[in-house]
């Protein structure tokens, strides 16, 4: 693989990263709460289980990276496609640190550090889950949210039903 190729490569996952955050935003606000409310409304109730309906999602949206993987790896080998495949793992893998563990501590661990968009970012989804149904809820983006998502006073919300 010579130069160009990995810098094209890289620009594509970087890409596909920031296009999946907005594949994501569109599935979370007009399917999630839109008709598969009935897989997302676990997410949205206050629980003890491990697991929840709403992580049939998760195996949903792995099926694109997985089958890309698949195509590229070993029925064709396609550099492009593999960055593709690659930028949609690195999105999920952010999902899965900033969605289920720093927001829902689905396991426990928190960086001392904080910046400004961390905060910012958590808070939207917070406020997200404010609401319990699916209508009326805002903040259906996980990278970006808006500075009116900027608390004034942050702090996290410590047991894992308090953010459901």
Known sequence: M???TLILCSLIIAGTFLLWEFVAWLTHKYVMH???????????TVHGHALERNDLFALVFS??????FYYASQVVFNPYLLAVATGIFCYGLFYVVFHDIL????IRWRPEKRSKYLQRII??????????SREGCEAFGFL???KKYEPKDFTYKQERQETQ
Do not use: D, E, F
């Open 2 to 4: 010579n130069l160009l």
């Open 34 to 44: 839109g008709v598969l409310w009935r897989w997302h409304k676990s997410h949205h």
């Open 63 to 68: 099926l694109p990276c997985i089958g890309l």
């Open 103 to 106: 927001v829902h501590q689905r």
């Open 123 to 132: 808070h939207a989804h917070y406020i997200h889950h404010s609401k319990h």
């Open 144 to 146: 970006i949210a808006s």
